[in-house]
Nanobody, 127 residues
Framework: QVQLVESGGGLVQAGGSLRLSCAAS????????MGWFRQAPGKEREFVAA????????RYSDSVKGRFTISRDNAKNIVYLQMSNLKPEDTAVYYC????????????????????WGQGTQVTVSS
């Protein structure tokens, strides 16, 4: 079992920045591929960013590419999502997800790929 706890959400003005954190516990963090998803009111949950467990392979949705950066600290069992130049359309609940994998360089961008989910953290961007 893996437990994921997100933090760092809040209210920010358009153009501002936030850094989300996701702390993992319950198993070896370095064997987990990690991802971030988000769900806006009235919409389905969508992929945001993903990172392989070695950390060298990343993927981003087109809507956040160039503005968001996913990274991980395997010593602290934390994955981060640095969000810059935030827009009102980035407003959503952001979820951290994890999947055990032996493929060191693979990242995953579909919800169905992930086995574990956090409770989410709210990000609100005002115009």
């Amino acid at each position: 079992q893996v437990q994921l706890v997100e933090s760092g959400g809040g209210l920010v003005q358009a153009g501002g920045s936030l850094r989300l954190s996701c702390a993992a516990s319950g198993r070896t963090f370095s064997g987990l591929a990690m991802g971030w998803f988000r769900q806006a009111p009235g919409k389905e949950r969508e992929f945001v960013a993903a990172l392989s467990y070695v950390g060298g392979s990343t993927r981003y949705s087109d809507s956040v590419k160039g503005r968001f950066t996913i990274s991980r600290d395997n010593a602290k069992n934390i994955v981060y999502l640095q969000m810059s130049n935030l827009k009102p359309e980035d407003t959503a609940v952001y979820y951290c997800a994890a999947v055990p994998t032996t493929d060191r360089g693979r990242s995953y961008y579909t919800e169905q790929s992930y086995d574990y989910w956090g409770q989410g953290t709210q990000v609100t961007v005002s115009s």
